[in-house]
């Protein structure tokens, strides 16, 4: 059982160039989520989706765009990446829409913008 | 909006010594979950204990426990008789369930055990 597997692990971009993240998770789940953790700081939600076709906006947004058309895959895009996108991204997913299920966290993509 | 605050950015604890982790919260909702999450240099988010905010007993996992206030809005995390292996960064974070399972986190505590 894979879980939740992120790729690339690392990679670097130069200013403006694109680039997408993907996410996949073999356990059925319903719900996804791309985090991203800035250095010395908690995780902040940039898109989630509730299932396949469904996206919407988590608390930073701008600069990314997402798509779910299967519900393993929930993949992240960079269209003009910016300094200030440099950071860790996380993928997450979980079942249901209950507390007591607990995210499954993908091990992070160390994204670095120069 | 609901916010989570860890005031300890670093905690430091000597090998089977007991340390305590403050968090406090912010919601006006009445159903709400509450985890620590630890975060080791390899990054990934491992889930410490949860605790359902219905539940008036404190949850523990062996070594871990929290102190849950609920009036006070506060969920501290306890651990005893620390482990060099318990070094990393722990993350507190909330979650109500009409949000859409979106985690809401602290800025974390960083823990450092001394041998």
């Known amino acids: 059982n894979a879980g939740v597997t992120q790729t690339p692990k690392f990679r670097i971009l130069k200013i403006g160039q694109s680039m997408t993240l993907q996410c996949t998770q073999d356990?059925?789940?319903?719900?996804m989520y791309w985090y991203r953790q800035d250095p010395g700081m908690g995780l902040k939600l940039i898109y989630y989706s509730v299932g396949a076709g469904i996206t919407d906006k988590g608390e930073v947004p701008n600069g990314y765009n997402v798509s779910r058309s299967t519900t393993e895959d929930f993949p992240l895009r960079l269209e003009l990446a910016a300094p200030s996108q440099t950071s860790v991204y996380f993928c997450a997913s979980t079942r249901e829409r209950t507390g007591a299920n607990v995210l499954t966290f993908g091990a992070g993509s160390r994204l670095t913008v120069l | 909006a609901q916010t989570v605050t860890q005031s300890q950015p670093e905690m430091s604890v000597q090998e089977a010594e007991t340390v305590t982790l403050s968090c406090t919260y912010d919601?006006?909702?009445?159903?709400?979950?509450l985890f620590w999450y630890k975060q080791p240099p390899s990054r990934q988010m491992i889930l410490v204990i949860r605790q359902e905010a219905y539940k008036q007993q404190n949850a523990t996992e062996n070594r871990f426990s929290v102190n849950f206030q609920k009036a006070a809005k506060s969920f501290s995390l306890k651990i005893s008789d620390s482990q060099l292996g318990d070094a990393a960064m722990y993350f507190c974070a909330y979650i109500d369930p009409g949000s859409n399972y979106k985690l809401t986190f602290g800025k974390g505590t960083l823990l450092t055990v001394n041998p």
């Open positions: 919601t006006s909702e009445s159903d709400y979950y």
């Open positions: 356990m059925n789940h319903n719900y």
